[in-house]
């Protein structure tokens, strides 16, 4: 099973989240994470002390799913994730690879515990 | 009417004054927790360093512009500059008759303050600071203060009987159609939409109502300058207009979204307060629940109107809680009031008095063209001068930490 | 006595009236922030639309059952409806006689507001918001009006000779009685448990105990319709119930559980503002201590009792720091009283009037039956028809998204 | 002057009383909001059981050691222990000689009770809560207690003619140089530096100032014991002091750090507040703007020097903002008093007295003394026999944790 | 090594928590995440707008352990997170890689980074 | 690609992230966690129950680079976060094989995707 994770602009969360929905994915989780990438950066101060102070609140998307669906799921990621024309701060997407995965519920294992139905 | 000092009367005032105080940070713990984290700590600085600048300003200029003798019914002469001649330990002999003259300055300070404030609502997630600081000291020069002299200075307006108790046009809708023109002029935030309108700390924003609501009895009720039965009438005229616009606002919620919404609750319980603002002093308590729940349906349905139809990014929707409301209201005057509730009042329609609402609908107008055309042409010169808008990627970063170095949040 | 307005007692009860009307919001953060995040707005929805809803009861028909002229001592007649004949510029001539009489219905208002929404502390969690509107609605005209009748509206309990200043067995009693039933009527949470008990927001929390503290001020002080010796004086024996109970309650939690917890520390607060209410105009600041001290350690011990052995889930515990308090207020008007304190009250047992602590147990034995009873029938005749519960996937999902379609917190 | 209750004047007092006490809470969360999460409830339950423990002590000992028959200008008798002999019904004699007696125990208390709190300021994320609530027990009955009755209780200070309206020493002085000696005896934070001074949760501090400010109304114009034109002018003083100190922080914070700072703007106001306290009811309203700014830049500079070149970590910066701020003001009133605003006042400089000044140098270095050497010497023995700071992993994990078992936030 | 990732009920954690102390692991980190799974979704709306919004608080924890301690974890995680009978909302663990552990205090590697004791 | 996954002392942060900038990395990824590791449990009560709670507010640091850049970024955070000689509470590191990266502005793959410049 492959792990994806997508770094994206909150804003984009409501229609990312019901895009996969209908792409048929088992589960997702979210988190709430600041990110910096390169380039970006504004130079503040703090009480005086000049720091680069330039995190923007972003939100982590993480699917597990099978080594299949993997590209499915990327390709709906970078389609709804995408703002204009090359427009920095739009996100980056990580694959992984899972051994193994596990309902807690059920005690199935492997791509049974990611897929409640279908 | 004698002119010495009530003790009761001054308690009241000073009571008053406080609560109105508390409004300017109420409305900031309103704004903040209605918009994203990245941007709160630029609303409340916007509030907070507000009202230090405009108390000074008041103090300085704005009072004798507002309340100095007339010249021509325009504006205020510079008698009390620096509130020189200002008495402390007896009454005005025109104005607020029972309460210490410093005290009269001392309340009508906390109006002054909190109406140009009102309109932070519209450019919250998007304006710079130093242009702010510069929008607020004209507006009030050049929009509240002559329009507080029309009405309530002796100024026109009054003279051609033209009633407004709290601030029906003085406040609200010179603060609501300041806002429609500050929305047009800065433009929409980036990626205006509904994902962007969801308010990062509902806790806070509630906080900030509840506190506007309490402080609303004293903005109201302390315009009597006087406590007695009209203080305690328009006491609770204010409160049922709050209570009846929350409940229509959390009914249309639930008609056309599904969900009964607190923010709706608190939108609508401002939207009350706003509207029966101008009427708050004329009339009883039975038609405020009336004149509430058709200031609730006005102000949703302009909601729709402004953001949704015609897409103008009115950030928090100040032109209709405030704008529309306060229309609404100013005009019920002239149907509602009854000099039976309060002698210095007028009569309205149902007092059988046709020809008050014509004479409120003056005032209305008025209030629109000047707040409207006049923020317009002060924001667009500051524009094309020092600039309005945060750069996109201050946008993007959020105020706080691009204006002000600062996070609301950390662990 | 003479029946003239008085601008400082005006003054006070126009204070007064605002600082209860803030209790309401404020017990909304105080929930707010002691539940779980995912269902604060449920609770914040609630005490919110409660203000707005029993405000436009009360107006229509609550005072006029409550206050009205008594059929049998009973229940007030309609005379007040739509608080037709309530006279404005002048007082009542039985109630209040130095204030408007419009004074008397607002501030009275607050005071019926708040009352039922106590309750939302036993169901919080759990339950629908259109169950609780209805439910608000019918418990304030058959459970809340009566009593206040019975007690303040020269019902059959006043002509007995019992006393209740502030409001112990008509708002404490009889909220914290209808809690338990409103507890048992809707059964545990999933996972009923301390893991589940963990509050979410205690900053929010403290803002809501401290508003409450000085709300209470009003609450109580308020009841003397005037401001003078009496009035401090049920001011300080408020705040120092408080302040004992308070400080009870934290060493109670540092025994029992080997840290001083500041959760204890507020609510052992409210235990004893509430436990003080009945007896906060009759006793001396020294009886107060005590007083403070003895319901801290009764309350304490009745959520032990009723929670933790019993099992019950009343949520926030309002049986307890409600109901257990103000039953042990209301008992020590029996033994506290002294009429040189309250020249309109009782003596109790210290001032050698043996007699009185049995009509104050009457007082409770009724106001127990009628809103444990009465809450238990009410409650399961809505569950018959339209349910109390959330459905339990709603219940996972919490209240604020399922109902509400809203969050307290984004980013 | 007559001795006969004021129901006007008893009003303004009963409300600044619940100003007053509001502070206590309100400075919780203010300084809550600017510390650690991990902290933050440790200072929460500081403030709120300080509240109840102090308030005790006040009816127990305080109130008659500050305000009790004088022994030799030293020290107030014991003739008001446990508030006997304090009418209810009619005034003091000598003092508030319009408020029922107890209404100036009451008033005097909420005083009482948040001096020392102040010094929380100083030792939080550091110390115990068993020793901070004896020290808070301690330093009351030997600091606060005999320097409010050198002031305020006919002691030698009010002798030799020395004036302190609301507390410049008696509060702010004392309080901001126990905690510079706090600081000194308990030490520096682990990792003291900018990286451990972000402040948790920003509006939460905001709604601490905004309280403490509206607090300020009753605290300084609560000094009038009476309402009429110098408790107004009192308000509008300490009104534009906060006002003018607040910005001169907003614009100092710009200069030096590049951005207007919201948290400048917060701790500005506090400043202006606590110096103007001294001097705000012997001033005009235009010298208060003036004194505003000085304030401003003095306590602005102060922390350079204290917390950036001297490196010593009083946490929240007491001793500039309040004791730094408090002896600027104290010695304005040398030079800025008018008989004129204030008949009982002195005369200053600009009065043509230049003698005042030397008098007020001689309280301000009365209380320096009494309370950096008094808390000094205290604390080093609390330190030497059960402790003053939290361990080291209890720092690591947070005091909230280690000490309260409660976590301020959870989900 | 492994890295265990179990998405659990909140009301569970406490409880997990002193389970997996028992057992004898190095250390844990948790997070507050949001998930959303198959078959849960509730139909929404927001300002008019139809949603789904179904997201559930949940904590994320991660362990990282040596290769044959991780069944022992997912064991007691699987029977300390479970609910009733196959109950929906117990959540699901992931199983992954992990190459190296680096002790920052210590510098120490590998599994000597993750164990302190034993 | 690594990805490079630290949790840091809170206190650390501004510091570590100007060095792992001047170090050229492109991008990073930010999340408040609370860890517990062995060795520094407390035992606190909670309403009278015995509960070791001793969680410690952390943040994770997540970095995603080349095979080769991943050592130095890894000795640049042992070197920042370090506090004092062994001193317990400074965190640990995790290094883990990352398949693929995606840029979701410009759909840019692996190495590209993480390196906007440079
Ligand atoms: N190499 C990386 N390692 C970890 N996270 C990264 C990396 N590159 C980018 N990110 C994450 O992705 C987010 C968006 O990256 P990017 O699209 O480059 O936008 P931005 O211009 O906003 O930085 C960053 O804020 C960061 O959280
Ligand atoms: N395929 C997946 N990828 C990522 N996270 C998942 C996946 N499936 C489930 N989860 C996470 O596990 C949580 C619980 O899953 P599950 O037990 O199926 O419960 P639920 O019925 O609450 O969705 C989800 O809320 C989500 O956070
Ligand atoms: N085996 C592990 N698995 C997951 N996280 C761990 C592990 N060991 C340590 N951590 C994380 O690293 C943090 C710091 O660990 P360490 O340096 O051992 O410090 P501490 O003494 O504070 O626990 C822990 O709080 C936890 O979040």
Redesign the interface.
Known sequence: MKKIEAIVRP?????LKSELLKLGIGGMTLTDVSGWSKG?E?H???RGQKIA?????KIKIEVVSSDSFADKIVDCIVKEGKTGDGQE?DGVIFISNVDEAINIATSAKGEQAIFHSS | MTVT???????????A???V??MT??L??FE??LI???N??SV??QT??G???L??LW?VIGFTLAFGPSYNGIIGGTQYT??ENV????PFQNYATT?????F??FN?MVAVITPLLITGAFAEKMK?TSFCIFMIVWSILIYCPLAHWVWGGGWLSQIGFYDFGGGIVVHVSAGMGSLAAALVLGRRK?FG???????????A??G???L??GW?GFN?GGAY????????T??VT??A???S??TW?LLSWK????????A??NG?IAGLAGVTAASGFIT??SS?VLGAVIGIASFLAIKLIKEKLKIDDVLDVSSVHGVSGIVGTLAVGILAFQS?NPNGPNGMLAGNFSQIGIQAVGIGAAILLSFVGTFIILKIIDKTIGLRVKE??E???LD???????????
């Open positions: 804003e984009k969360i409501s229609r970006r504004l503040l101060q703090w102070y330039d995190l923007v609140p701060g | 000092i009530d003790t009761g009367d001054t308690t009241w005032m000073l009571i004054t406080g609560l105080m508390m940070p109420a900031g713990f903040a927790g994203r984290s990245k709160s700590i409340l600085i907070f360093s009202l230090g600048i108390s000074i103090i620096a509130i008495p402390i330990n007896e309460i210490p003259g410093i005290g300055v001392a300070m600071w990626y509904p994902d962007i309108t969801l308010p990062h700390n509902v806790p806070l509630v906080i109502a509840s506190f609501w309490l009895y009720a006087a406590a007695g039965g009209l203080t305690f009438n006491l609770l409160h049922m709050s209570a009846t929350s409940i959390i056309t979204a599904g969900r009964p919404s607190v923010i609750g608190i319980a308590v039975n629940m509730i990627i201050e993007d970063v959020g930490i691009s204006g002000h170095a600062e996070r609301a949040y950390t662990k």
